[in-house]
């Protein structure tokens, strides 16, 4: 069992910008219409931000403002699928014989985005980039809080999906809207997460657990749990 308390949050999804605007949300979820809107990260200069994609927007945009004022912040950042768009790309220009961008790869490697993150923010920090699967938010946190009982008095965790291109519709079905969730942990007792095992069904829902994570934070549940292949982790919230 590990304990942390989350002193920030920050998400974004099309349309769901303002905190106002996920607590309605989480009231009543809905699935999002198609968007190619973008988050606003006008704070970076706009010879850097053409270098980003909505992703790593995403992140930066949930990210930037919780790391405000903080120095040597640990990032853990989390993505099941990463760069999709770009990777298709890449994976075109392949089938049509076309040469190939450096950039383009470079940036679509799944450290891309703390690695920008590190150039951007003069950031030197413990940093990880973590594609695990179904229950990847539960390992980034395993990750950070491995990071508190170290010393670090905070850690950033970032989990971001896209929307991934149509190609993929066959295979990835656990993103229904472009979304991004920033925590800001810091060492205490306000949550608890305990693993345990068993035979069980991966969690049915419709939302991913990130997202039903914030559902939980913002509508005051104490309580939240998530199975993914034989692992059961089970979120609490001190009353």
Known sequence: MINFNIAQWRAWAPGLESADDWHAWCQAPVLLPESEAAPDV???????????????????????????????????????????????????????????????????????????????????????????????????????????????PAVLLVITEEQPPAAYTSWIHDVPFPYALGLLLTPGDEWQLELTTGTVQATQTQWPHALNLLRALLTDQGACQHAWKNRVWNWQRKP
């Open 42 to 152: 006008s704070f970076l200069p706009a010879i850097q931000r053409r270098r980003l994609s909505r992703l790593a927007r995403m992140a930066f945009s949930v990210g930037w403002p919780l790391a405000e004022g903080l120095q040597d912040l640990p990032l853990v950042f989390i993505s099941r699928h990463g760069e999709t768009p770009r990777t298709l790309d890449i994976l075109s220009d392949l089938a049509h014989e076309q040469p190939l961008s450096p950039t383009q790869f470079s940036l679509s490697v799944h450290n891309a985005v703390i690695g920008l993150w590190s150039i951007l923010r003069n950031e030197t920090s413990e940093m990880t980039a973590l594609a695990a699967a179904g229950d990847g938010l539960e390992h980034g946190l395993l990750e950070a809080a491995a990071l508190l009982q170290e010393g670090a």
